[in-house]
């Protein structure tokens, strides 16, 4: 039997697996830090559920992912304060973030989550780590059909042009 082959958690990590799981829980908990911050802005509150799913979805991909760093003893990075509860009215209107600001934001670190997460995947020669954050990709994916939704229903969505009259064939 070849040092890849087995139980998965047996196997050792390579450098590039360390690498994205190391940045995966980092960024993650910028995320909660960013998220926590971006509760205290937003008055919409279907837009603060959405919110405090992602910061708990974050959560779990922080410890998640820590565990398998320790696992394989490497130490991951700090962890940030938890952000203190505002009252939106606290803040002032010219440093305060809108809902369309923070829903555009949200669904950008989504799409950009997705990404990070596929190349995890492609990398990964553990099953085990291809697994998470194909498990990670999925929830994200639903992430996104949430955020399109919420961004329609609101009018906060900002479409790229629309092709409204499509030209006619022509038939040789």
Partial sequence: MGVLSGNPKDEPMHYGEISSVWMASTTAKGVVSCYQAYLNHAGDKDLKKVLE???????LEIKECDALLIDNGISPAPT????????????????????????AA????????????????????????GALFAKYHLTKAAFGVTLLHLNKEKGWLIPPPLQVKRPETVNA
Avoid: N
């Fill in 53 to 59: 799913d992602l910061i708990d979805q974050a959560k």
């Fill in 80 to 103: 940030m304060p938890e952000r203190p509860q505002v009252k939106l009215e606290d803040i002032p209107a010219g440093a305060r973030f809108t809902d369309p600001e923070i829903a």
């Fill in 106 to 129: 949200l669904s950008a670190d989504t799409s950009i989550g997705l990404v990070a997460c596929s190349q995890v995947m492609g990398q990964s020669v553990r099953v085990d780590i």
